[in-house]
């Protein structure tokens, strides 16, 4: 069964064919990010608008790489929430007169569901076929932070999530602090290998609550500080020495505050484990793809015997390969 999958709930137009729930026959993403670098931020209407003229060319490019023509699919599955609903919008019409003309049923997907999905795709990066359920999965994008207890593709209960900023946009908000541009989250990942995590001893809120939620705008307020004062040092700087080290400062900056966001997924999402007895955790979402992240989570885990799932770099932002996996899951379920 091939399902044609669309996602417009952001700044990515994206398009893929995924045979089976599996088999990813073609994955197209358009960013827009390049749009927004200097917003530090998406401005829903821009998006829209882009997704207007973006989505039929990608929705072609994905059916010519997968080998496929329209009559060829089977079910067109699309993001419905949550997600900016200008953009929103865009994609759920698109998909439900593509369904219309073709025949064939059109699929809504919440987009949390098909982050958590892209680990069950066969081009997940760690290589391993299937995903053992129940797990527990840590997601974390740039607008969400939770920790679930999957049951199934289409079966999960929330246990925690944040009560302010998600992780991922704390990341784009520490990074517009640090003058970075939008998205926040690679370029931190990235500085921060230039930089020592031990050097700021930023706060890791809630690491002494015994549920499941996060709060990050407190450690964004500490960051906040800490840009302040190494401002006004650097200012007093002559311009050779001051170039130099705002690099350093800010390194050790990114450097530390990703350590502490680390610290505390890696913590709460450990203890859900634990609690809930499964020998596998997944990421998903955007901020999955953070080295830091992936590294000491394997690490923790691997020390319990806990297995760690994560999609390729690729499929952990936003794209319609995960889309069209869930959707074939929801066709078979409506049929049985
Ligand atoms: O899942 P996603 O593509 O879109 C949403 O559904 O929100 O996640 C985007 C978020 C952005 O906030 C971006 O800064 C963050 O994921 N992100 C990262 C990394 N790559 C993307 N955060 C930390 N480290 C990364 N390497
Ligand atoms: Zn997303």
Known sequence: MNILGIETSCDET???????GKEVLSSIVASQADLFAKHGGVIPEIASRKH???LTPVINEALEKAGLNPNDIDGVAYTKEPGLLPALLVGISHAKALALSLGVPAIPINHLEAHVYANSLTSSADKKEGIPYPHICLLVSGGHTSIL??????KYKTLGQTRD????EAFDKVARLLGLPYPGGPIIDKMAQDGDPASIKFPRPMMDTE??????????TAVLHEVKRRVEISDELSDELKDQLDYNWKADIAASFQEAVADV???KTMNAAI?????TISLAGGVAANSRLREKMIRAANDLGIDVRYPDLKMCMDNAAMVAGLGYHMIKELKN
Request: hydrophobic share 45%; net charge negative; proline share 3%.
């Open 265 to 267: 997924l890696i913590y």
């Open 211 to 220: 549920d499941y939620d996060f709060s990050f705008s407190g450690l964004k």
């Open 14 to 20: 994206a398009a893929a064919v995924v045979k089976d």
């Open 52 to 54: 207007l003229e973006m």
């Open 149 to 154: 207890f999957v049951e199934s593709p289409t």
């Open 165 to 168: 900023d998600a992780a991922g």
């Open 275 to 279: 609690e809930k007895n499964v020998d």
